[in-house]
Structures are given as C-alpha cells and as structure tokens.
C-alpha cells in the first residue's frame, strides 16, 4: 500500500487528477431535485483547478443543510445494512409464496411469507426516521387495514404470487427491488420498489412492465419537476447520489487525497453558511474541514455511521482533520476500508450492536452479537418509531386533558356560584313572610317597610316597590323562593358530575404527567388505554380509524374472555389485565418477597382493583390526592410485614401527585372492601373499610 506522506501526496496528485478521473473527484453538479431531496449543495466536488477556497465558496449554492459532523441522534439504515438485509432475504426466503397482506399503520406494508418449512412477516415502511426493509414480528392485527387503499391494492396485486428475487437495482443507491411471479424462475409480473431515503422514503408497488399501480404516497409535478410517482407512469430510479463509486483497485493515495479535497469543500461551506448571520455581530470562525464530512461527501454508499465504523476500528476521531492524520492513522483508517469493500462483495455481514450507544452494524464492528441482520435492524428501528408515536400521543393528550380541565374547573365554580345564589331562598321567603304579616300596616305607595324580626326580635327595614300592593311583591319574593329552591335541587348533581368530572380528569393528568419522555412499547400500550379511556369519556374525538380498530380489539378481547372462561386454568394476572385492556402493569418485589402491583392509568386501575386484587391482598392509594392504585399480593398462609406494607405505600406515595412532597398519608385497605360505585368513571373506587393509614415518603420508594 501507498505511503501517505505530504511529499507523496503532492507527487502523484497531479498524475491522477490530470490522468485518471476515475478515482479523482472532479466538479460536478446535482441536479435541483435531487438537491432538495437530500438536503446537499448545488455543488458537488472540488477540483484541482480551483484557484482558492473563496471560489468553491461562492460556487455554492445558498441552502441550509445541517453540519456533517453533527451528533447523530438516530442511525440511518444505510447502503451497507441494505446490501446484508437483501443477502439474508435471498438466502432464506426466495422463493416464498405471498399469503397475506396488511397495513397497520399509515407507513407500513407487511407481507406474510410462506416457504414449505416456515412463515414469517416483511416489514416495508416508508417511515420518514425508521425507513426499512426487513423481517420482523406480526403486526398489530385488526379492521384499522381497511383505511388504507395501498394495503388493499397490494394484497389484489401480490396474493399467491411467489417472492422470486430480492436485489438492489442501483449501485451504492438505498433502493430495493423485490419482484413477485406466479411460480419460481417466472418472469416478475409485479414489483415491490423500496426506496429508503429519509424523509422522501417510498414503496411503490408496479406491473412487470414497470407501470406504476400504487405506492405509499405520490409525487405530483408541483413536488418535483424530475421526478413523479404518480398511478399510471413508468417507475424511474431516484437520479444517482454524489460522489464516485468505491472500488476496491482505487490507489490508497488517491482515496486520501477524493477524502481530503472533499472535507475541505464541507469546511468552506460550513464557513459561507455561517458568515451572513455572523455579519452583523462579529466574524465568525473557519469551520475546520472533517473526515466524516469528507468521506460522506466523496463517495456513493457512505454513511455517516459507516465512517464512525471505520474510524473506530482504525482508532481515529471521525471529526479529526484529514490533513493533521498520521501515515500510520491513513494506513489503518484504509485497511478498515478495504476490509469493508471485501464484506460488501463476499457478503460476509456480521450483525452486531453496542450496548451503550444503541447503534448497530452488519460489519462486525460492535460487541454485542446477533444471530440476524433483519431482527437486529427491525428491533432499532421499531423502537424509534414507537418513540415517536408515543410522543406525539403523549403531546396530544396532554394539551386535550388540559383544556378539558380548564372547562371542567370552570364548570364546577359556576355550580358553586349558583349552590351559594340558592342559599338566599330562606332569607327571600322570610321576607315575604314579614310583609304578609305586616300588610296592614303598609300605606299605599309606601317605598319602605320598618318592621320587627320575631326571630332576632331586632327591627328590619326592607325596601318596597311602591308601584306595586304590598300582596303582589310578596308573590314575587315567594316565587323566587320557590325558584331558588328548585335551583338548589337541579345543581346539586350537576355540580356532583362536575366534581366527579374533575377528579377524574386530574388523575388523568396525573398519569400523563408521570409519563417518561421517551417510550417503550409498554409505554405506548398504556397511554393508548388513556387515548381509549378519554374517547370512551367523550373527552376527545376518535381519529378517523379508531372506530375500526376498537371494533377489532373489542372482538379480540371477547375471544379472549370467552377462550379464558372455558380453560380451567385460573386466570393468571398478565391474562386478566390483557382480557380487559390493561396490560404493561407496573410491578415491583417488596423486602418480603411480595409482589406489588401499580397502575400505570385508570383502565388498569380498574383492572388492578376488581380483577387482579382478590380478597386478603392489601390495596392502597394516596389520601385526598389523585394517584394510581397500588396492591400487594398476599400470598396464603403469610403475612407482610410492616416493611412490607410501608415499601407498598412508599410505592402508592410516589405514584401520586403527592410525588414531591415530603410525607403523605396513605390508605389501607383489604381487596374485599372495595366496591366500584354505580356510573363512576374508571379507576374510581369506594373503600367500605379502612384498615389503616401510613405515612409514605415518595422519596423512599423503590421507583424513585
């Protein structure tokens, strides 16, 4: 291999680029679409023949793009990882009959393959952060396909038709191809093409012909003049990426000198970007040209993770500068190189993650094994998109619950206003009675009244209406009487719903507020029941397809139920919070090998409460305060001890809007004296019983 000192780089420069383009990057442009798409300057490369930096500077177009050597948050299913996932879809499941297809969610489509020995779930998404093309779990089952046209399409087009290759049809380009026939070795009579590109992902389903019959969602001619994906056009690969293709025979020198030039182009647009804005208040420092920005920009099919690999098996900073590298860091930098070209031709892809970082590899270059590229790839990025759904949700709900409480709030103090107006009826009726039994004594016309309270004995003067008879403004007082009266009966319960309707929306609250930020699955679960619990309350409008998919979890659980009811097998606790809804419960292990139970909102609650707690377990809640409902299980034949049941409280204390403060009271009671009243909302209770209270310290608890 070539040395790669400054004297050697400036000897055999000029020979390659004067000589031999092939490995040299010379200027060249990208067409707008394609810019716009991926976010990338007009300007590609820079040459030799560029007199200063100042030129490349300006040939730049002025268009925001984010740092290359920015922190990324979530690993793009690049190139490499493609190039694994197809090798082991072909090894293992070409060919596979068609047998089902689904769309759970608005990103997604699953095929169900079929092979003589097995059957498995493609997962194709289209999702703007978590993009794929692999094997995975089951989806989520139930009617909620049904709102969506592409999965309807794509099961007419593909059912029974037989998977006969899977490849990627551009070099070093995010594009899959997977083509369906009626028998293995046919011609493809219809193509799945899945483009994995950010936020411009797609799956475009065609004809064998190449005639576009449905895709995840189209682009018009107003969204890109070059391009369209449109029902009824002939299907275009994307226009290729930047950069020259990697070869493996490429001169070691020439390869450092493309990854040189290359960062020092990011450099100077880093700098142009940042000079406008730094105009008015001071200059602004040169951005310092860096290798993970260099290798991106000059080569086709390179990653920002795939050079973080790279630079980690050649132990060098991936933002360190090219031009301050060793000979010995480009020596070991581009045998970490060549070893990657020799996995990409042998398809010798090792599946690996790291622990602390979370990121994967199909390079080998993580501690962590995994026995499948397609497990590992589906498990990463099903994680970020139940993230990101599970915020929004969270988000969502929040703001609705908020807004439901202002108006509850309100409605409540309106009732009181009218509850303590009502008050006044006696004092209005005994004022008709003083005038009734003073009306002979009231002259024609009077305006006032002097009279003798017989309760206080005290004199009182009331005010008098002398256009009216005495006789006629007492009916009028009487009548107000009786009004007020009616008033108080009427807003009673009113105001009774309205204060049952703002307990349940505080604790409500409550548990969105004791939410992580960032979601599990399990998470997702639980806020979904919230998302539930506040349709059912008429609190917020379903979305559009929630009325199709709680059809289809309705019918799931009635199976269940009914499957449960038959068996003679007790119900176990994770069977009887999933017949009813309430899955994911918290659980935790008291100091006496007790096992205590938390709800995480008010379905599971209600699960926890009059399900699960059977007579002799311990059930407790924070006193006065919206909080979740905590239960020890008792097992037969023992007793907790007071660590026991103060380990539980602690539990109940934290789990409550009582969480900062010092001490709170906790009640105790036993399962069989709780009763749920009649038309209360979820997750309300009425304990018959108490058998003690504890003073908790949220501090103390083992969630904490």
């Given at each position: 291999?070539?040395?790669?000192?400054?004297?050697?780089?400036?000897?055999?420069?000029?020979?390659?680029?004067?000589c031999?383009?092939?490995?040299?990057?010379?200027?060249?442009w990208?067409?707008?679409?394609?810019?716009?798409?991926?976010?990338?300057?007009?300007?590609?490369?820079?040459?030799?023949?560029?007199?200063?930096?100042?030129?490349?500077?300006?040939?730049?177009?002025?268009?925001?793009r984010?740092?290359?050597?920015?922190?990324?948050?979530?690993?793009?299913?690049?190139?490499?990882?493609?190039?694994?996932?197809?090798?082991?879809?072909?090894?293992?499941?070409?060919?596979?009959?068609?047998?089902?297809?689904?769309?759970?969610?608005?990103?997604?489509l699953?095929?169900?393959?079929?092979?003589?020995?097995t059957?498995?779930?493609?997962?194709?998404?289209?999702?703007?952060?978590?993009?794929?093309?692999?094997?995975?779990?089951?989806?989520?089952?139930?009617d909620?396909?049904?709102?969506?046209?592409?999965?309807?399409?794509?099961?007419?087009?593909?059912?029974?038709?037989?998977?006969?290759?899977?490849?990627?049809?551009?070099?070093?380009e995010?594009?899959?191809?997977?083509?369906?026939?009626?028998?293995?070795?046919?011609?493809?009579?219809r193509?799945?093409m899945?483009?994995?590109?950010?936020?411009?992902?797609?799956?475009?389903?065609?004809?064998?012909?190449?005639?576009?019959?449905?895709?995840?969602?189209?682009?018009?001619?107003?969204m890109?003049?070059?391009?369209?994906?449109?029902?009824?056009?002939?299907?275009?690969?994307?226009?290729?990426?930047?950069?020259?293709q990697?070869?493996?025979?490429?001169?070691?020198?020439?390869?450092?000198h493309?990854?040189?030039?290359?960062?020092?182009?990011?450099?100077?647009?880093?700098?142009?970007q940042?000079a406008?804005?730094?105009?008015?208040?001071?200059?602004?420092?040169?951005?310092?040209?860096?290798?993970?920005?260099?290798?991106?920009?000059?080569?086709?099919?390179?990653?920002?993770?795939?050079?973080?690999?790279?630079?980690?098996?050649?132990?060098?900073?991936?933002?360190?500068?090219?031009?301050s590298?060793?000979?010995?860091?480009w020596?070991?930098?581009?045998?970490a190189?060549l070893?990657?070209?020799?996995r990409?031709?042998?398809?010798?892809?090792?599946?690996?993650?790291?622990?602390?970082?979370?990121?994967?590899?199909?390079?080998?270059?993580y501690?962590?094994?995994?026995?499948?590229?397609h497990?590992?790839?589906?498990?990463?990025?099903?994680?970020?998109?139940?993230?990101?759904?599970?915020?929004?949700?969270?988000?969502?709900?929040?703001?609705?619950?908020?807004?439901?409480?202002?108006?509850?709030?309100?409605?409540?103090?309106?009732?009181?206003?009218?509850?303590?107006?009502?008050?006044?009826?006696?004092a209005?009726?005994?004022?008709?009675?003083?005038?009734?039994?003073?009306?002979?004594?009231?002259?024609?016309?009077?305006?006032?009244?002097?009279?003798?309270?017989?309760?206080?004995?005290?004199?009182?003067?009331?005010?008098?209406?002398?256009?009216?008879?005495?006789?006629?403004?007492?009916?009028?007082?009487?009548?107000?009487?009786?009004?007020?009266?009616?008033?108080?009966?009427?807003?009673?319960?009113?105001?009774?719903?309205?204060?049952?309707?703002?307990?349940?929306?505080?604790?409500a609250?409550?548990?969105?507020?004791?939410?992580?930020?960032?979601?599990?699955?399990?998470?997702?679960?639980?806020?979904?029941?919230?998302?539930?619990?506040?349709?059912?309350?008429?609190?917020?409008?379903?979305?559009?397809?929630?009325?199709?998919?709680?059809?289809?979890?309705?019918?799931?659980?009635k199976?269940?139920?009914?499957?449960?009811?038959?068996?003679?097998?007790?119900?176990?606790?994770?069977?009887?919070?999933?017949?009813?809804?309430?899955?994911?419960?918290?659980?935790?292990?008291?100091?006496?090998?007790?096992?205590?139970?938390?709800?995480?909102?008010?379905?599971?609650?209600?699960?926890?409460?009059?399900?699960?707690?059977?007579?002799?377990?311990?059930?407790?809640?924070?006193?006065?305060?919206?909080?979740?409902?905590?239960?020890?299980?008792?097992?037969?034949?023992?007793?907790?001890?007071?660590?026991?049941?103060?380990?539980?409280?602690?539990?109940?204390?934290?789990?409550?809007?009582?969480?900062?403060?010092?001490?709170?009271?906790?009640?105790?009671?036993?399962?069989?004296?709780?009763?749920?009243?009649?038309?209360?909302?979820?997750?309300?209770?009425?304990?018959?019983?108490?058998?003690?209270?504890?003073?908790?310290?949220?501090?103390?608890?083992?969630?904490?």
């Amino acid at each position: 291999m070539a040395a790669f000192s400054a004297n050697s780089m400036q000897a055999i420069t000029p020979t390659l680029w004067a000589c031999n383009s092939k490995y040299g990057l010379q200027s060249c442009w990208l067409p707008a679409w394609r810019a716009r798409r991926m976010g990338l300057a007009k300007a590609l490369l820079i040459s030799p023949a560029t007199s200063s930096l100042q030129e490349v500077a300006s040939s730049i177009r002025k268009q925001p793009r984010s740092g290359a050597a920015a922190k990324q948050s979530k690993q793009t299913l690049d190139y490499t990882a493609l190039a694994a996932c197809c090798h082991e879809l072909t090894n293992s499941w070409v060919p596979s009959k068609v047998e089902e297809v689904v769309q759970p969610d608005r990103y997604t489509l699953c095929l169900r393959l079929r092979t003589p020995l097995t059957q498995r779930w493609l997962h194709l998404s289209w999702h703007p952060t978590a993009a794929r093309v692999c094997l995975g779990q089951p989806p989520i089952r139930g009617d909620v396909a049904e709102a969506f046209s592409f999965a309807e399409q794509a099961y007419v087009q593909l059912k029974g038709l037989v998977l006969v290759s899977a490849g990627l049809p551009a070099p070093w380009e995010r594009v899959v191809q997977l083509d369906f026939g009626n028998r293995p070795g046919d011609i493809p009579s219809r193509r799945l093409m899945c483009e994995v590109m950010a936020k411009y992902s797609n799956v475009i389903l065609t004809g064998g012909n190449g005639t576009i019959i449905q895709c995840g969602y189209q682009v018009g001619g107003s969204m890109s003049s070059l391009r369209q994906v449109q029902q009824g056009r002939q299907y275009q690969l994307p226009p290729p990426a930047t950069g020259v293709q990697p070869t493996r025979d490429e001169p070691a020198a020439a390869w450092c000198h493309n990854i040189t030039q290359a960062a020092t182009l990011a450099a100077a647009e880093r700098l142009q970007q940042s000079a406008a804005p730094a105009a008015a208040h001071q200059p602004a420092s040169a951005p310092k040209p860096m290798l993970l920005a260099g290798a991106t920009r000059a080569y086709m099919g390179v990653s920002p993770s795939l050079v973080e690999e790279l630079c980690l098996l050649a132990n060098v900073s991936p933002i360190a500068n090219p031009t301050s590298l060793t000979e010995d860091d480009w020596h070991q930098l581009h045998k970490a190189w060549l070893s990657w070209h020799d996995r990409i031709h042998s398809k010798n892809f090792v599946a690996t993650s790291c622990p602390k970082t979370g990121k994967f590899s199909v390079i080998g270059t993580y501690p962590q094994g995994h026995q499948s590229v397609h497990d590992l790839v589906n498990s990463y990025y099903c994680s970020i998109q139940v993230g990101e759904v599970y915020a929004g949700l969270l988000q969502r709900l929040t703001s609705a619950v908020k807004q439901a409480l202002k108006k509850a709030r309100g409605r409540v103090r309106s009732f009181e206003q009218q509850l303590e107006a009502a008050e006044g009826a006696a004092a209005v009726q005994k004022e008709a009675d003083i005038i009734v039994a003073n009306i002979y004594r009231i002259p024609e016309g009077a305006s006032q009244l002097q009279a003798e309270d017989w309760d206080t004995g005290q004199p009182v003067t009331l005010q008098l209406d002398p256009p009216k008879s005495p006789m006629e403004q007492a009916e009028v007082l009487y009548r107000k009487a009786r009004k007020l009266r009616r008033a108080v009966a009427a807003v009673k319960p009113l105001l009774a719903a309205a204060q049952q309707e703002l307990e349940y929306l505080e604790t409500a609250e409550l548990e969105l507020a004791q939410m992580p930020a960032a979601g599990t699955e399990q998470d997702l679960m639980a806020i979904k029941e919230v998302q539930e619990e506040l349709i059912d309350q008429k609190i917020i409008k379903p979305p559009p397809e929630a009325a199709l998919a709680a059809k289809a979890a309705a019918k799931g659980r009635k199976a269940q139920r009914k499957q449960q009811k038959s068996s003679a097998l007790p119900l176990s606790v994770a069977a009887a919070a999933a017949a009813t809804g309430g899955a994911g419960l918290r659980q935790y292990r008291s100091p006496g090998g007790f096992v205590v139970f938390v709800g995480r909102n008010n379905k599971q609650n209600d699960v926890l409460s009059h399900q699960i707690a059977k007579a002799g377990d311990m059930w407790m809640h924070v006193r006065g305060l919206p909080g979740s409902h905590t239960v020890l299980k008792v097992t037969p034949g023992k007793e907790p001890s007071e660590d026991d049941l103060q380990y539980a409280a602690d539990l109940a204390a934290y789990f409550s809007k009582g969480r900062d403060a010092g001490k709170v009271d906790v009640i105790v009671a036993r399962a069989e004296h709780l009763k749920k009243p009649k038309a209360a909302k979820p997750g309300q209770v009425l304990v018959t019983k108490e058998e003690g209270n504890i003073v908790a310290r949220p501090s103390s608890s083992a969630a904490s």
